[in-house]
């Protein structure tokens, strides 16, 4: 070893820090961006050295005030912000906002000094990444580490200080997949059901998936105080401005992350119906059946049980929504969308999403059925041209696709790598399934016994495409139809074709909002 290593060596065991310092290199390594507080002996030095570890240090006037606003910083960034006070009145102080954090669930850490200990109690100091977790893990909340006045100027050999690891996101956890499918069913049978979304929703960021979940299945919602904004207030699903009626006449009513306190009447009677049915979801296991016994208790993060209510529909066939929900999760921002049929167009509207004009093509202003495909093969033709590897994906209910499916010959003539989505649910706008189609049969020719709007069940439109050299996929289950749709769009050198197989009699769910309008009063 050279001379100049042995002495940066030297030096590095000569070097001392302070326990201020400690703490503050502690803090940095959790995470944590600012301190508020109001400083005095001994705790001064710890904001001294949080500022020069990078840490912004605000200065309040009061620590109820500063324990305020870090909580808040916790709610705001998923990690808790600090609170930085003196031992006695100054911890006083703030016990206000810690039980505001508390009642909150905002995660927050406060630091108090205290009276001189003896060097022994050094341990409590290793304790420190476990508050932290404390804060953040489950029910986010307060903590308080007491800091010995004599730890905070001591100093020790920078070796013998161990930094705990930043302490991690907290797990996520999710709901039983049994209570998931009890959930869905009692929503599924509701005629006036409601959303309920507060602050734990926006804490879990559940944003993306709660607006899906409304989108998807029509559902109303009512934001709280501090829920409001997850989904935007000028929702045209969003009931706020008719708040007392949707509570007074929802007959399901499902809480993410929302309490029945008073800010929603304890979820008792007259404010609600005597036999509402309640769906909590929360995050922590003392808060379930708070106030009422509910239908269903949905345990876990908000977003993952979220997440799990959009793909609960595991009942085969699949419906619609649950198809387009699926779709649209891959589906590349940028590519051409068409779409025709009855139901697959309608509700493929409201689902399938489109960011760029000039990029979605379907029936238009005359209605017309079978322009799918001839749409489809222009804007491959087109996107060849002008923009390559950008996708086309064509979205057919099974009766449009009878129209022009021999079109299906010339996409492949051309080698256009157009994905093709028939949605087949045997029928125009309804069907029937191959087992009760063959019982009809017995009673007649089909020609005087079927229904007009009927097609052949389980037709595998799939082997048109193979037929001229394409990808067929026949799907009926929701990962069937994950795993084919990202198989084609992964191929850019072919089209393919997904039959995609749903329940004969789905069709669009009503979006009833009626019971919320003063006329039905």
């Not at 070893?1 to 959790?30: C, P, Y």
């Not at 804007?379 to 979205?395: E, T």
């Not at 189609?437 to 595998?460: I, Q, R």
């Not at 990808?471 to 995609?500: H, M």
Request: glycine letters at 8%; charged letters at 20%; hydrophobic letters at 40%.
């Amino acid at each position: 070893m050279s001379e100049s290593n042995l002495a940066a060596r030297s030096d590095r065991d000569m070097e001392q820090v302070s326990g201020a310092e400690v703490i503050a290199q502690a803090l940095k390594t959790q995470h944590v961006e600012y301190m508020f507080g109001v400083v005095g002996i001994p705790v001064i030095e710890i904001a001294v050295a949080a500022q020069k570890m990078g840490i912004r240090y605000v200065g309040m006037r009061n620590e109820q005030a500063a324990c305020y606003a870090a909580s808040a910083i916790g709610y705001l960034t998923g990690r808790p912000g600090v609170c930085l006070v003196v031992s006695g009145p100054g911890l006083i102080h703030a016990l206000g906002g810690m039980a505001n954090a508390n009642m909150n669930c905002w995660p927050v850490v406060v630091i108090g000094g205290s009276s001189e200990r003896s060097q022994e109690t050094m341990g409590a100091f290793q304790e420190f990444p476990q508050a932290v977790r404390s804060s953040i893990y489950g029910r986010p909340g307060a903590c308080y580490v007491d800091i010995p006045a004599d730890f905070v100027n001591l100093e020790v050999n920078v070796n013998s200080i161990k930094f705990m690891e930043r302490c991690l996101p907290p797990p996520v956890s999710m709901a039983e997949t049994s209570a998931v499918c009890a959930a869905a069913s009692v929503i599924r049978n509701a005629k006036k059901p409601l959303l309920i979304i507060g602050k734990g929703a926006a804490y879990a960021h559940a944003e993306e998936h709660l607006r899906r979940l409304v989108e998807q299945c029509k559902l109303p919602f009512l934001p709280t105080p501090m829920g409001k904004g997850v989904i935007p207030d000028n929702h045209p699903n969003c009931v706020a401005a008719a708040r007392s009626r949707a509570l007074q006449f929802a007959d399901v009513i499902v809480l993410f992350g929302a309490r029945l306190n008073w800010i929603l009447h304890f979820g008792l009677p007259p404010r609600y119906q005597p036999d509402v049915k309640f769906i909590q979801v929360d995050i922590c296991a003392e808060e379930l059946g708070n106030n009422v016994k509910p239908a269903v208790t949905l345990l876990g993060d908000i977003n993952a049980v979220t997440k799990q209510e959009l793909a609960s529909q595991k009942s085969l066939p699949m419906n619609y929504y649950t198809v387009f929900y699926h779709v649209q999760e891959q589906l590349p921002r940028d590519c051409f969308v068409v779409s025709e049929g009855a139901n697959t167009m309608d509700i493929g509207r409201t689902v399938l999403q489109n960011y760029l004009p000039r990029h979605r093509l379907d029936a238009g202003t005359f209605g017309t059925m079978g322009v799918g495909l001839g749409f489809a093969i222009a804007a491959a033709v087109m996107a060849k041209d002008r923009s390559p590897g950008q996708r086309v994906i064509c979205v057919e209910g099974d009766s449009a696709f009878g129209f022009s499916g021999m079109e299906v010959e010339t996409i492949c003539r051309y080698n256009l790598p157009i994905i093709l989505l028939v949605v087949n649910n045997n029928g125009i706008y309804q069907g029937f399934d191959a087992d009760s189609w063959e019982e009809m049969l017995k009673s007649g020719d089909a020609t005087a016994v079927a229904p007009p709007a009927c097609l052949l069940p389980n037709s595998h439109y799939e082997q048109v495409m193979t037929a001229f050299g394409g990808k067929g996929y026949f799907v009926q289950t929701p990962e069937e139809l994950r795993k084919s749709l990202s198989e084609s769009l992964a191929d850019t050198t072919k089209p393919s074709l997904i039959n995609i197989m749903i329940e004969p009699q789905a069709t669009r769910k009503p979006q009833d909002f009626h019971w919320l309008t003063r006329s039905n009063m």
